[in-house]
């Protein structure tokens, strides 16, 4: 406490010393060069924020960020305890947010706290510049339930700031964290809590770390994703914890390719689909991995949902386990553990094709089977499910018998349940997969593999396996 006090002290008088560049410099200069780190550590409370969770800290913050010395890496330090209540701040190149353990970023809930293009409606944002990050073990939080209008466990209803016309429908409030046309971005060992839209979203950006990361929000509201990777390159992202209600991890093209992600050693639930490229994906996706990823409880496990044209290629998933449920309809998702869909978004759209996907060492529990379908004019090719264990049993009360074709092409479809539903694949290889199938006679499924009009091309089974088993349930 001491120590830290003595350095706060230090870290005030170099704060001074820059901005006013006394004669005093050089000498409190050398003495920051003891500190532990090299680079300028910058307090927002030295700025003349409050952190009382009531007053807007905006100004005291973004002069603390603006007065980081570029090109350096700059720290600019939220200290504990501290709940900083603030409009949009705007990250610059070489600034890292540390937010402390015990304080909190706290995002406004008035329009007026956002900028004017809807596009920009984020609490923190970094636009243009590089080498930024957020670090600290702090919080950042969106008081998402701020934006809930009615409370409902189907799926709650949320205010929408459409009246400005910058954006449509229900999907118009403030995203939490976003990073556009950025370089070098490090987002690390922080809690993002809350978001009123999406959480940490990423565009256009190339070599993006995003590690020990975690992510929560309301099960029941609709778009607080947790991770959404849009049109970016080379992404890694590990030990991630997120558990909210739309899509977990959400890689995304709408103006440009995305290729290089990894995801690695994450825990998800979700009440949407814990891993899921697209919908949006005008452009290509290449090159992902997903390997040692617990899902739990989630409507929808790993998902391609492509409907604007872009080809997928490259992807394996490995070393995942999965349990799916039912939830209602309203959410998009049938407890698929694995969905595999391209299908044009509307009749006249363009198909995107999906090729060389690999599924290895998966095992899950689900209300629900496989399902994968192409597209007359983009159709799955080179698939490969090597060590997959499927167990399947009911255990809600929610309907079933609807195959999911949403968003767009042939929405919800009435069909019995399958083992796997297939259609529109050339080239299928399976190894060593084992199906159990609970003995539920009310649930009236009994086809392992559905092959829907004959538009299945070049499979082969090997140690494929189907059985009944008895559940003990209670
Ligand atoms: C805002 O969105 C709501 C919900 O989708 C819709 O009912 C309403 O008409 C929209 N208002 C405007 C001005 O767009
Ligand atoms: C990104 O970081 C790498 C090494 O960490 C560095 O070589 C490169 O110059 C950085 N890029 C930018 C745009 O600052
Ligand atoms: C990602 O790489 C592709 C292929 O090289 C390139 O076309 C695209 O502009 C890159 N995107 C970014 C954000 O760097
Ligand atoms: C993707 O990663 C590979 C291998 O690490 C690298 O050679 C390639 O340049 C990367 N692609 C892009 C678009 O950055
Ligand atoms: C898998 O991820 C978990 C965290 O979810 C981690 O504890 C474990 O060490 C990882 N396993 C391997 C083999 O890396
Ligand atoms: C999945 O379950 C298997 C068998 O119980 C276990 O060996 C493996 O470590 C689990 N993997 C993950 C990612 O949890
Ligand atoms: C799949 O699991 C086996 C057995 O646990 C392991 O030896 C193998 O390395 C795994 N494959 C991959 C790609 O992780
Ligand atoms: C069948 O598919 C396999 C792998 O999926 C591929 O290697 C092979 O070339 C295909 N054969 C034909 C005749 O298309």
New binding site residues.
Partial sequence: MRLFSLYIFHLIILVFSLLLITPTQSHLTTSAIQLPSQSPTISVTDFGAVGNGRQYDTRAIQSAIDACPIPKTCHVVFSSPGAYLTATIHLRSGVLLVVEEGAVILGGTQLEDYPKESEKWYVVLAEQVDNVGITGGGEINGQGLEFVKRFDEKKNVMV?W??T?AC???E?RPRLVGFIGCKNISVSNINLIEPAYWCLHIVDCDNIGIHDVSIYGNFNSPNNDGIDIQDSNNTVISRCHIDTGDDAICPKTYNGPLYNLTATDCWIRTKSSAIKLGSASSFDFVHLLFDNITIFQSHRGLGLQIRDGGNVKDITFSNINISTRYYDPSWWGRAEPIYITTCPRYSNGKEGSISDIHFINITSVSENGVFLSGSKGGLIRDLKFSNIDLTYRRWTNYIGGLVDYRPGCSGLVNHNMAGIIMEYIDGFQVENFNMRWSEQKSVGWDNPLDFRPSTVNNISFVNFHSSFYHHHSI
């Fill in positions: 929408s459409n009246q016309g449509a429908g229900d118009c």
